[in-house]
Nanobody
Framework: QLQLVESGGGLVQPGGSLKLSCAAS????????VGWFRRAPGKEREGVIC????????TSADSVKGRFTISRDNAKNTVYLQMNSLKPEDTAIYYC????????????????WGQGTQVTVSS
């Protein structure tokens, strides 16, 4: 069964950091481009950051540039999202997704999705 599982969410104070993990099972994540998305309460889902299969290309939303980074560990079949300088407006459910498509940096079509992990930024 093809599966993506996110972990690492939680409650953090403004200015703090969290590192989310996206672990794949049933397929080799190394062959896919991977993106992180989020859905805040009352808002549409948005693409946050993505990375190419090779790891050589990343694209970030303007709202997270300079604060969020994405990385891959192919040996662990896992992609990570490091979130620094967190703000209350970063509060959302975060999802990872994978696609074979070359237009992955448009955040439009992804074939495989995780169930999401809640991130809450609050004092």
């Amino acid at each position: 069964q093809l599966q993506l599982v996110e972990s690492g969410g939680g409650l953090v104070q403004p200015g703090g950091s969290l590192k989310l993990s996206c672990a794949a099972s049933g397929f080799t994540l190394e062959y896919y481009n991977v993106g992180w998305f989020r859905r805040a309460p009352g808002k549409e889902r948005e693409g946050v950051i993505c990375v190419s299969k090779s790891g050589g290309s990343t694209t970030s939303a303007d709202s997270v540039k300079g604060r969020f980074t994405i990385s891959r560990d192919n040996a662990k079949n896992t992609v990570y999202l490091q979130m620094n300088s967190l703000k209350p407006e970063d509060t959302a459910i975060y999802y990872c997704a994978a696609t074979w498509r070359d237009d992955f940096d448009s955040f439009v079509e992804y074939e495989y999705w995780g169930q999401g992990t809640q991130v809450t930024v609050s004092s």
